[in-house]
């Protein structure tokens, strides 16, 4: 591995765990830096992790013994799919890829209207339509808008409506993207708009994120490159 995709994952890795603690705040959780990880003590809100690893060759048995373990459902982003977590009841939930995309306007115009959400209305719609009926809605609260490092990043289409949607997450060295979605059209839909409005946002930083599957696929299609592995454990 290049010494750029060594920097490229632990900066992306970085991002993703102030992303977590970000979502961890606005539900009233307060995680912890470490040299190694980011770790929060308490169970995280919806599909997010108790730790993320920061660094190659973290410490197992250090990072499992600072979240909590006492019930299933405690969750390990291995940022650098490094780890063996099985010892501590822990099993793969999937493996995925971390993602970068230089800094740079997409090649295609975005085909809806795009802005930050601003206000808890618009917040709701976005969760809403980004729920798709599943009753997890609440998990995005108006705590966010306040954070200045999160930008809710929502397209509309000509009558108005939540069309797609995703957060970016400004960090030292690169935008972080994720929860990409759109109503209808998938992924490719919202990736011309969801970079056109990053770099708006934040014209001199590449983009980083982390996708797997047909995500994945996606993703490359609209100028990332696959960088690093990352695996995500489940303690069941």
Known sequence: MTTMKQFLIRAAARNNA??????????????????????VPS?????????????????AAALVDRIDTAAAGACVKDSFADLDLTGAGFEVLFD??????????????????WDVVRDRDTLRDWALAWDDGDG????????????PATSVLVGRSADGRVAAGAVASRSDD??????VFAVEGGADRAWPGVLDAAHRLFPDLPVVGYEHGADLDAAVRHGFEAVGPLRVWLRG
Not at 174 to 179: A, C, D, L, R, T
């Open 174 to 179: 690169v935008v972080g993207i994720s929860n």
């Open 18 to 39: 102030e992303w977590c603690a970000s979502m961890n705040r606005s539900h009233g959780l307060t995680g912890e830096f470490g040299e190694q990880a980011w770790a």
């Open 43 to 59: 169970r995280p809100p919806l599909y997010y992790p108790d730790a993320v690893t920061l660094v190659p060759g973290a410490d």
């Open 96 to 113: 995925a890829q971390w993602i970068h995309r230089p800094a740079g306007a997409p090649p295609t115009s975005p085909g809806l209207a």
């Open 136 to 147: 997890n809605a609440d998990l995005f609260r108006p705590e966010l808008l306040d954070d």
